[in-house]
């Protein structure tokens, strides 16, 4: 099962002329979540399952909520208009293939991006231009970027056991390597995700050996023993707001950590690939078999869960808590609303 998993994360697999530009400079539009705390659920909004280039791997907001950007076997990263479902023209054309992960800067004006040519890019979000040359470390698929809080520094890991940090800066182009002990599970050098705690100073990882690393950002060095207690393959970690660290893996289970340890929130009935928290406190986790779970901190669910994807890959909820895309063969917008509507 494992090894299946491994291979599907890796290998498996224009309509209105929109100007992104002006998409990512206009203020944001979405309400924060406070104003969406009555609304607690989320109802199908548009399924895009005609887009050239899939299967989807990976989804990224922009700051505004505006704009997704996701990866595409074919190489490309494409952007919709999540208000209107529409696909924009604008897309970022650099890699030589599967483009794995994608992440929004924190502004909005760069996008990093690494797929299964071994390779981290970053872009001008507006131009659609690749920034320099590809920065080059890994040696292997790279599953997932991520952008520190102060936009300053993109994480990025994969299939090599090491977690790279890059700068963002123009001019600053070598890459920091984190490595990990030496050892001989051979599991370890599967890295499939990394978050950014709220304040930067931290960078969880987790990967194949069931671990959750924690990385102090300016030290270099792992902080403290790895999480343990997922059975299995940890495919995802995401930090709240406040500092609390969910994770899902292998073994169904949705985690949170916090300094007493990990305890399990939710169970799904296959593995677990996404998990993202909303600023109003809910935790959000989607699984291979495609459904989507919404509960509180606590482990209630808060809402009817979301199926009908398919595969899923991977899902991203907008900055202010409206609208959670969900990417595989297809991409799905669902909309936020009162329950009782």
């Known amino acids: 099962m494992l090894a299946e998993l491994i291979l599907a994360k890796i290998v498996e697999s224009e309509n209105e002329q ?24 989320f109802a199908r909004y548009v399924v ?16 505004t909520g505006r704009v997704a950007a996701f990866g595409c076997e074919d190489g490309l990263v494409r952007f919709v208009d999540v208000n209107t479902g529409t696909l924009l023209s604008t897309r970022l054309e650099g890699h030589r293939n599967t483009v794995l992960t994608v992440a929004f800067s ?68 070598g890459g920091r390597a984190l490595v990990p002990p030496p050892t001989e599970d051979p599991l370890a050098r599967y890295k499939y995700d990394a978050a950014f705690a709220p304040d930067g100073q931290t960078l969880a990882v987790c990967g194949a050996n069931g671990e959750i690393q924690q990385w102090s950002v300016a030290a270099g060095s792992q902080t403290q023993f790895p999480l343990a207690g997922h059975e299995g393959s940890v495919f995802c970690v995401a930090y709240s707001s406040s500092g609390l660290l969910a994770s899902g893996g292998n073994d169904h289970t ?21 998990v993202a928290f909303t600023g109003d406190g809910l935790l959000i986790s989607a699984d291979l078999s495609g459904t989507v779970q919404l509960r509180n901190t606590h482990g209630e669910e808060a809402s009817p869960r979301l199926d009908g994807h398919g595969r899923i890959n991977d899902m991203a909820i907008s900055p202010g808590g409206l609208h959670l895309v969900v990417v595989g063969r297809q991409l799905t917008i669902w909309r936020r609303q009162r329950r009782d509507q």
């Not at 280039?53 to 700051?63: A, I, L, M, Q, T």
């Open 48 to 63: 895009l399952d005609g887009i050239p280039g899939g299967p989807f791997w990976n989804v990224s907001f922009d700051p």
């Open 106 to 173: 924190p502004d909005g004006q760069t996008v990093a991006t690494g797929g299964h040519d071994q390779s981290v890019r970053l872009w001008h979000a507006a131009a659609g231009t690749q920034i320099g040359p590809p920065l080059v470390g890994h040696t292997g698929p790279v599953l997932r970027v991520r952008f520190s809080p102060d936009g300053k520094t993109v994480a990025s890991v994969g299939l090599d056991a090491t977690t790279w940090l890059w700068p963002v800066a123009p001019g600053k182009r």
């Open 254 to 274: 949705v985690r949170l950590w916090d300094k007493t340890g990990g305890r399990v929130v939710g169970r799904h009935e296959a593995a677990v690939y996404a």
């Open 18 to 41: 929109l100007e992104l530009r002006g998409l990512v400079e206009q203020p944001p539009e979405e309400r924060s979540d406070i104003a969406h705390a009555g609304l607690t659920s």
